[in-house]
C-alpha cells in the first residue's frame, strides 16, 4: 500500500468520526425486511405488509419476478405472489440489492459520473458472480448480492477525494487509493449494515489475489473471479498469471479458456444483469 493510500485511509476514518463524510446507510425499509426474514416466524404476509409501505419498491419487486431471471408459466400480480414465487430469503437479498442503485447516484455531477462507474462495475460483477455461483453450491442471489456491493467502499473514498484536487483528478493515483483501502473502508460500511460475515469478508479480500484458504470454494473466491472476467482487475498486483490465483482452482476453471466460460453463459449473465438494472 502506498502512502498516500494509507494517508487517505487515517484521514478518512477521522473525517467518518467528525461527520465531515457520511457512510452510506441502508434505507430503513431494507432493515426492517431483513430483520423480519431472519426471524425464526417470518411470514409471507408479514414481509408483503411491510413492503407495501414504499410503492416504488413494491413495484421493482413485482417487475423482477416477472423478469427472465425468475418468471414462471403465470405472470406476478402482486407482492405476496411475488414473496411466494421468490421466498423470503431471496427477497430479502432483492430489497438490498434493489436499495443499492440510489446510493451511487450524487448530486455532484462530477462525483456523480464516478459513482454511476462504479455502479456499472458493480452491476456486471454481480451478474458474472451470479453465473459462477450457479456451478458451486454457493446461493446464486448472495453472490449477486455480494458482487453488487463489493466496491461499494469506493463512493465514501470518492466523496473524500473530491476535496484534495491533485488527488481527484490524477486517476491513477485515486484508482491505486481505490483499490488499496476500499476493502477496508467497505468493511467499515458493512460492518454497520451487520451484514453477515462472508459478505464482510468477500468485499474487504476481494482485491487480495495472493489470498489463499483451506476447504471449498467461497463468496470471495467468485467475487475475485468476476471480477478478473470482468476485465476489472488489469494491472492491480497479482493478476498478470491468473494461475497462480487459488479462486480459479477452487472453482475449477481453466484460466485458458476463462473467456469461453463466458461466451457460454452470457445469456445468464445477461439476464441477471437486466434483473439488476431495472
Known amino acids: 500500500m502506498s502512502d498516500k493510500a494509507e494517508e487517505v485511509y487515517l484521514n478518512l476514518q477521522v473525517a467518518i468520526a467528525s461527520d465531515k463524510v457520511i457512510l452510506p446507510t441502508l434505507p430503513e425499509i431494507a432493515i426492517k425486511i ?64 434493489l436499495a443499492m442503485k440510489q446510493m451511487y447516484q450524487s448530486t455532484s455531477e462530477v462525483l456523480d459520473r464516478h459513482f454511476r462507474a462504479a455502479w456499472s462495475t458493480s452491476v456486471e460483477v454481480a451478474a458474472i458472480s451470479r453465473m459462477l455461483a450457479s456451478m458451486t453450491p454457493i446461493s446464486n442471489e448472495h453472490a449477486l448480492l455480494a458482487g453488487l456491493i ?68 467461497d463468496l470471495t473466491d467468485i467475487i475475485q473471479v468476476s471480477i478478473l472476467q470482468g476485465g476489472f482487475a488489469e494491472g492491480l498486483p497479482g493478476t498478470d498469471d491468473w494461475t497462480r490465483i487459488q479462486a480459479f482452482d477452487k472453482l475449477d476453471l481453466d484460466t485458458e479458456v476463462d473467456s469461453i466460460n463466458i461466451e457460454e453463459n452470457q445469456a445468464m449473465i445477461d439476464e441477471a444483469r437486466s434483473s439488476i438494472d431495472l
Open 150 to 217: 463489493h466496491n461499494i467502499g469506493t463512493l465514501p473514498i470518492l466523496v473524500f477525494a473530491e476535496e484534495d484536487d491533485e488527488l481527484f483528478n490524477d486517476n491513477d493515483a485515486l484508482s491505486e487509493v481505490i483499490y488499496s483501502i476500499g476493502g477496508r473502508v467497505g468493511r467499515l460500511i458493512l460492518e454497520s449494515w451487520k451484514f453477515a460475515p462472508e459478505l464482510i469478508d468477500a468485499v474487504s479480500d476481494c482485491y487480495k489475489f495472493n489470498r489463499s484458504h483451506a476447504g471449498d470454494a
Open 34 to 97: 431483513r430483520d423480519e426474514a431472519e426471524a425464526e416466524n417470518s411470514s409471507i404476509l408479514t414481509i408483503a405488509a411491510i413492503l407495501s409501505q414504499d410503492a416504488s419498491l413494491t413495484t421493482r419487486l413485482i417487475q423482477v419476478a416477472n423478469s427472465p431471471l425468475y418468471r414462471g408459466n403465470n405472470a406476478i400480480e402482486d407482492i405476496q405472489m411475488a414473496i411466494s414465487r421468490l421466498g423470503i430469503k431471496i427477497v430479502k437479498d432483492l430489497v438490498i440489492r
